[in-house]
Each structure stands twice: as structure tokens, then as C-alpha cells.
């Protein structure tokens, strides 16, 4: 489960983001000022931040800034209703990766979280994650390598395994794969969806992807 750092000190705003976010799977820990979310900062790895620029105590510019000078690579959102060109520059000369300004969609939000969490998993050191002993897959080139030998994938298989092995252990509820898998303009469909578990399966293992009734699907790797 990727864990995300939330600074905002608008009560109801920390608090409606805090239930969505956590109703997309994500773990959230919110804080309400910047010397909370500095000493957050330092007790847990996260693997997103979103920070609000305008807090009490440290502002969000500030402590990004600190944050990159200590080596936290976490990707950042800074969300802020700040719209100048200089702000945007001072945000990224602090070390952000994003924007969003208030007052914002939800869905934008789920949106932009996903594409920097997406571009962390892709940008990983490893450019090959184990799945068996025989079985490996290959980040760069979209591939399944079995026995040595390479097995290309469908664009959505390969979109649907990297969303289970970036969530490798939890259930992947099926609003959440039906969101990652098809775009605006496309309409998501629980036979194709079936269809492209039952080929992953075919290649990879039944056993590796688990039904769980009523809800979704759970990946294993064998460890």
C-alpha cells in the first residue's frame, strides 16, 4: 500500500482528501502545520507528499526544500492557490514534481497522484522485478521473461500487472483497476477485464492472482 504524506491546515479540506484518498487504497498520515509534517517527515518513508504552500509554522516551499537537502526523494504535490509564475517557479527551484490549485476536482487529484506514483514505479533502480524463480518481468521493455525466454504482453495485461505488483499483498478493489485501466473516453468492461486476469494467469500462474469475492483481485509474487 503506498503511504502518502498530507499537510493542509483547512480542516475540511485535510479531512475530505484524507477519506478519498483512503478510499482509493492509499495510506494516508495528515497533519495540520509544517513542524508536524517536518516531524512526520523523518519517522516513516512515504512514497508521495502532498504538501498545501500556505501552513503554520514551516510553509510547504520550505519544508520540500529542507526535505530534498536530506535526501527525501519522495515525489511532491504541492497544493496551493498560489498562481503566479513565480510561485510556480519557487515550487519547483524547491523541489516539487507537480501542481494543483485550489479549488480542485477530487478526480484531478486521484489523477495526478497515480501518474507520479506510476513514473516512481517505472523509474526504479531495478529494471527487473522477480515475480517466480522462473519468472521475471522486464519494467523497461513491457516484458515477461520466462525460462530466458521473452513473452510480450497486451497493452492493458501490461498496464493491469504493474498495477498489481506496485500493490503487491493488497486487494485491488475493481473500481480502482477499472480507473487505471481505461481512460475517460473508454467504457470499462468486467468481461475484458476477466478476460486479461484469466491470459495473466495463463503466463504467470493462476495462483499468483486471487479472486477476492465481491471486491477485487490480490497479486502474490513467489518469494
Known amino acids: 500500500m503506498n503511504k502518502i504524506l498530507l499537510l ?6 485535510n479531512e475530505t482528501v484524507t477519506e478519498f484518498l483512503e478510499e482509493q487504497g492509499y495510506d494516508i498520515v495528515s497533519v495540520y502545520d509544517g513542524y508536524e509534517a517536518q516531524e512526520k517527515l523523518y519517522e516513516s518513508k512515504y512514497d508521495l507528499l502532498l504538501l498545501d504552500v500556505n501552513t503554520p509554522g514551516i510553509n ?8 530534498r537537502e536530506n535526501d527525501v526523494v519522495a515525489p511532491a504535490i504541492f497544493i496551493t492557490s498560489l498562481d503566479s509564475v513565480e510561485d510556480l517557479e519557487k515550487g519547483f527551484d524547491s523541489g516539487c514534481d507537480d501542481y494543483i490549485r485550489k479549488p480542485f476536482a477530487l478526480k484531478e487529484l ?29 519494467i523497461k521493455n513491457n ?3 520466462i525460462e ?24 485491488i478493489v475493481h473500481e480502482r483497476i477499472y480507473e487505471h485501466l481505461w481512460d475517460f473516453d473508454e467504457e470499462p468492461s468486467d468481461t475484458a477485464l476477466r478476460t486479461y486476469i ?9 495462483d499468483r492472482i486471487v479472486s477476492i469475492k465481491k471486491q477485487g483481485y490480490k497479486f502474490t509474487s513467489e518469494k
Open 8 to 13: 493542509e491546515d483547512d480542516a475540511n479540506l
Open 60 to 67: 510547504g516551499f520550505d519544508l520540500l526544500k529542507e526535505a
Open 110 to 138: 486521484f489523477i495526478r497522484v497515480e501518474t507520479l506514483l506510476k513514473r516512481a514505479f517505472y523509474h526504479e533502480s531495478k529494471e527487473m522485478m522477480d515475480i517466480s524463480k522462473d519468472i521475471a518481468y522486464d
Open 143 to 145: 516484458e515477461l521473461i
Open 148 to 171: 530466458g525466454e521473452s513473452v510480450s504482453l497486451g497493452h492493458k495485461e501490461s498496464m493491469l500487472l504493474k498495477l498489481f505488483m506496485k500493490n503487491e499483498g493488497e486487494v
Open 198 to 206: 484469466k491470459n495473466l494467469r495463463k503466463i504467470i500462474g493462476k
